[in-house]
């Protein structure tokens, strides 16, 4: 099943950088704004897992700041940044880590 009807064409190459550039945009709107912490879109994609290779990607269409991996066609364990979890932390959850470390 596809989320949320997005087709995904062959070819695609995932640009987490993209992801990245959004919130870089947005952030300083908050700031001006005065928004003190902002939860982006959805931490992760429940439906749509992160595959390295036997099938689609559906992660690449998923605003989630962590990848779901699928645990057959994902990163093996021991090269997880958190081994134990069924996740791996995009560049986004690292952007926005690092605005709020730097708010210390």
Do not use: N
Request: glycine share 8%; aromatic share 10%; hydrophobic share 40%.
């Amino acid at each position: 099943m596809e989320p949320d009807g997005v087709t995904l064409k062959s070819g695609l190459v995932r640009d987490e950088g993209e992801q990245v550039r959004y919130i870089d945009d947005l952030m300083p709107v908050f700031d001006e704004e005065g928004v003190d912490s902002v939860f982006w879109f959805s931490f992760i994609a429940g439906r749509s897992p992160h595959r390295t290779q036997g099938g689609p990607d559906l992660d690449m269409a998923s605003y989630s700041i962590v990848k779901l991996l699928d645990e057959k066609h994902g990163i093996p364990s021991p090269a997880r940044a958190y081994p134990d979890l069924p996740w791996e932390p995009k560049e986004a959850f690292h952007a926005l880590a690092g605005r709020y470390a730097a708010l210390k």
